[in-house]
């Protein structure tokens, strides 16, 4: 073994936690949970370096098998969570995970409005296009006229299209992986970490136990990794085309990416040429200027 | 307390509170203790509108239902205020040609009322000066009547005007005609004012909203979110519109859910962070109490409150929130609940609250009120020394840091509660701020012991945190002088009123009037109204021959929650809640009622067992 590789292994065990994995055999979880570690390492971040947010969902039962400063909150929350956190301390990579139940339906203001602010955050899409903690019910992804649980004959509601919505929002990076390639998920997270904006990464995972519609088969069939094939992320009408008809071939990879375009923080004039972030600076303010007006 | 009183009134966005201001000011720097108060309804411009100025030579902080002076800027003005009037009270009207109907022709000889038309479009077009100008014009005029000196005004308005040179000439015209004007029927009016007291003109002049806004940024806010809302969005602007001085972040959110959320993730990652809504939008910021109270992430909310349910009466005042307040959100869980008064306490609690949510870890309610958040005080220049930033277990010192375990966060033998906090990107051991029921490192554990235990552990910091926190406050009428802090032992009263919020403003001026303030009454004031301490209530109550108590609200909340915390029973209440504040002479009367069955403070003893506070099961 390489001295190099020695030690990313090494690196990738301070991130090792003890608490046993409760995710269903074949889960698309596993996937993402790995391709996760193996990007911070690849960054060269630690555990005390990251803030890993995470909402509510099968994902979200990944919070305790992971190390790291992490939060675990309330179903359709983390974006803007995830955001404050960011906002209030720059020099820390912030990283959202929620599923496509929270931030399609319960959240989905909060996805519109993370990506119109264009937080420097990186919000990861856990998407297997169904409701699994709560047993299998169908989210707005899940296909319509599927049966699930509560609808039996067949989802009635039109299917979201949530590339649509995304490129409707003048994302700044959008990404696909799938769960059964942590090599390209490895590759996208990285990417996404390092982003300027706001990273929303669309991850198609594997259900096994309710979907079985979109399965790891069917996805393994259809997917590949469109930057490989030639795809220049900087051209947004190839990006729109490839990330909204996913009809026969699935295009994953970084599907489009700008760096030319300011994140919300950076637009603050107020925080222009502070070296500081908010934590630091959390003392007794003189407000005495502010009180000359008032007399 | 000698008191004067001007109102103006008229359409929404006609300028009533340019004339008030102009004159609350003024007033003010020439060494009278003012206090405005604005009714508006929830509309941008039309609709029935007035802002009021209570005057005197002592710290006034209440409003009277009539006025000395009532200022007119439309027909509407006159058709729905003429009642408002005092005895020999002034009109001052602009419509030309207005024609009284009879009721208030009889109105105006029954109380010998002054009536003046000030022939406003004349005198402007004469200037050739927009209809704006009235503001000024009207303002002059006033000001006139009031004896006070025309250069103080000039010297006012020009501040405004100071970089418009046009415009400044323009409004020195305006002053003197309408300084100058004389009613050829009424002749030189004028409304007495007692002598002034000078340390009033180096006083501030500060809405409630403002002074919040002062005591945020005092204590180290620094990430602001809101979503616009009555009567929380006033604290938003004084807050967003000096962000280039206090560099700041400031987001204007798309929802109150998310508001609360940037501020619990700006909270968790270290900084001081501050979100404020009305009771409709906390609603919505419930669930995430109760999150930041399960991660223990400490978290400041104003809740700014009007009538209610529902949309309720926007843009008016009440107490109706206690309840929200104190037991809003799923699951049981220790927060703190604080009350701001007037535009003093609204600057010394914020520190007080962040202080509060760090050192305990949990979160913090500052209720305030419409009638706060928007009525103007006179208030002595803010000890700026005063204030301390505590951030209780808060570890950050390098050293420190690296001994930490990631069971440390959560410790559930914690004796406190309260376990040691880092911040995320400390070099140290990591640990998950967990929703779920959680071990000490934040790892998701549902068995029997770890939920009791950890249950038990955030339970504690109430009991911590109640032995903390500071009994309510009594004032006392004193033998005929200003009222006292505290009461002796042995004291009896007469009777004790008890209350909180921006009752205590009204109730503090009625207990200086001069038919009350030889008579020996009480008023105890709760700042802290979670967790409820009664201690003090207690001993003071059985030495009170009666009490009552003053809410604006209709169940009498926080009666309810004193009887649920301690049993005692206060059956004597003043209610309000018609989105009016408490008025001084309503209030005066009410309260007058109540010991003119008792001759004075001296042939009255505290052991009338009859009328004491009654209690449940006849303990007392």
């Known amino acids: 073994m390489s001295k190099s590789r020695e030690s990313a292994a090494l690196r990738l065990a301070e991130y090792h936690s003890q608490t046993k994995c409760t995710w269903c055999d074949g889960c698309g979880d596993y996937g993402i949970w790995t391709a996760v570690r193996y990007a911070l390492v690849e960054l060269n971040l630690r555990p005390s370096q990251v803030c890993l947010c995470y909402d509510v969902g099968c994902h979200g039962n990944g919070s305790d098998k992971i190390q790291g400063y992490r939060f675990h909150g309330l179903h359709g929350r983390v974006i803007p969570f995830a955001a404050g956190a960011k906002l209030a301390n720059m020099k820390l990579p912030v990283i959202a995970f929620g599923g496509d139940g929270a931030t399609f339906s319960e959240g989905v203001g909060h996805l519109v409005h993370g990506l119109r602010s264009n937080y420097p955050i990186t919000f990861v899409l856990h998407n297997n296009a169904n409701y699994g903690l709560t047993t299998g019910q169908a989210t707005s992804l899940t296909w319509q006229d599927q049966p699930m649980n509560t609808s039996p004959n067949g989802v009635p509601e039109r299917t979201l299209a949530s590339m649509d919505l995304i490129f409707s929002l003048e994302p700044t990076f959008v990404a696909r992986g799938f769960s059964g390639d942590i090599k390209l998920m490895t590759r996208i997270l990285k990417e996404a970490i390092q982003h300027r904006g706001f990273a929303f990464v669309d991850m198609l995972q594997a259900c096994p136990t309710y979907n079985h519609f979109a399965t790891h088969k069917y996805l393994l069939e259809r997917y590949f990794d469109a930057n490989a094939n030639g795809h220049d992320p900087g051209d947004l009408q190839q990006a729109k085309a490839l990330a909204c008809g996913s009809q026969d071939r699935i295009a994953c990879g970084i599907l489009y990416q700008r760096e030319d375009i300011a994140d919300f923080y950076e637009r603050l004039d107020p925080r222009r040429g502070l070296k500081t972030t908010c934590a630091e600076e959390v003392r007794k303010y003189d407000v005495s200027e502010y009180l000359q007006e008032l007399m | ?620």
């Open chain 2, 1 to 620: 307390m000698p008191r004067t009183s001007v109102k103006i009134v008229g359409a929404s966005g006609q300028g009533i509170n340019s004339i008030g201001a102009i004159i609350a000011k003024g007033l003010k720097r020439s060494g009278y203790g003012v206090f405005g108060y604005r009714e508006y309804p929830s509309l941008i411009k039309g609709g029935h509108a007035s802002y009021q100025i209570d005057v005197s030579n002592e710290r006034v902080r209440s409003s009277e239902t009539i006025v000395d002076v009532l200022v007119a800027l439309d027909h509407h003005g006159l058709e729905l205020n003429m009642e408002d009037l005092k005895e020999s009270g002034i009109l001052v009207h602009v419509t030309p040609g207005w024609h009284f109907p009879n009721h208030h022709q009889e109105l105006i000889e029954q109380r010998a009322l002054r009536v003046v038309h000030v022939p406003v479009s004349d005198v402007l077009s004469r200037l050739n000066a927009k209809p704006i100008r009235s503001n000024t014009l009207l303002s002059a005029f006033v000001w006139s009547m009031f004896g006070q000196d025309v250069e103080a005004l000039k010297a006012l308005v020009a501040e405004r005007f100071a970089t418009k040179k046009a415009l400044l000439e323009l409004n020195m015209r305006c002053i003197d005609e309408g300084y100058s004007l004389v009613d050829h029927r009424e002749g030189k009016l004028s409304v007495a004012l007692p002598p002034p007291d000078r340390r009033f003109s180096s006083d501030l002049l500060v809405t409630g909203s403002q002074a919040m806004g002062l005591g945020a940024i005092h204590a180290g806010v620094r990430l602001y979110a809101g979503y616009p809302i009555t009567p929380s969005s006033p604290l938003l602007e004084f807050i967003a519109d000096r962000q280039n001085e206090t560099h700041m972040v400031v987001k204007q959110a798309e929802d109150e859910i998310t508001a609360a959320q940037l501020v619990s993730g700006a909270m968790y990652m270290g900084t001081r962070a501050l979100t404020a809504t009305a009771g409709v939008g906390f609603d919505l910021m419930s669930e995430t109490l109760s999150l930041n109270a399960m991660v223990e992430n400490p978290i400041v909310l104003v809740l700014a409150q009007r009538p209610g349910p529902a949309t309720g009466l926007p843009t008016w005042t009440a107490q109706g929130n206690l309840f929200q307040a104190t037991t809003s959100s799923h699951g049981e869980f220790a927060h703190c609940v604080l009350a701001v008064s007037d535009g003093q306490d609204a600057f010394d609690l914020m520190p007080l609250a962040f202080n509060l949510a760090e050192e305990y870890q949990l979160p913090v309610i500052v209720l305030t009120e419409k009638q706060i958040a928007e009525a103007l005080y006179t208030q002595a220049p803010y000890d700026l020394d005063k204030a301390e930033i505590r951030r209780g277990r808060l570890v950050t010192d390098p050293e420190e840091l690296k001994v930490l375990n990631s069971s440390d966060r959560y410790d559930p033998l914690a004796a406190t509660g309260v376990s040691s906090r880092w911040l995320p990107g400390s070099d140290a051991a990591t640990y998950c701020a967990q929703a779920d029921e959680h071990d000490a490192t934040g790892t998701v554990d549902e068995t029997s012991g770890n939920a009791k235990a950890q249950v038990d552990k955030r339970m504690r910091k109430l009991q911590s945190l109640t032995a903390a926190l500071p009994e309510p406050r009594v004032t006392v009428t004193a033998h005929g002088k200003s009222l006292a802090d505290g009461t002796d032992e042995d004291d009896a009263l007469e009777l004790l009123l008890v209350g909180w919020g921006s009752s205590r403003s009204v109730i503090e001026d009625v207990l200086r009037s001069d038919s009350l303030r030889s008579r020996r009454i009480g008023y105890l004031h709760y700042t802290y109204l979670w967790p409820l301490r009664t201690q003090r209530l207690e001993a003071v109550a059985a030495r009170a021959k009666r009490l009552v108590l003053v809410e604006q609200n209709c169940q009498g909340q926080l009666g309810m929650l004193i009887r649920m915390q301690c049993g005692l029973e206060i059956p004597d209440t003043i209610l309000k809640y018609d989105g009016r504040p408490f008025f001084y002479d309503e209030l005066l009367a009410q309260v007058e009622e109540r010991v003119s069955a008792w001759p004075d403070a001296a042939s009255t003893s505290g052991n009338d067992e009859s009328s004491r506070a009654l209690r449940p099961g006849g303990v007392s």
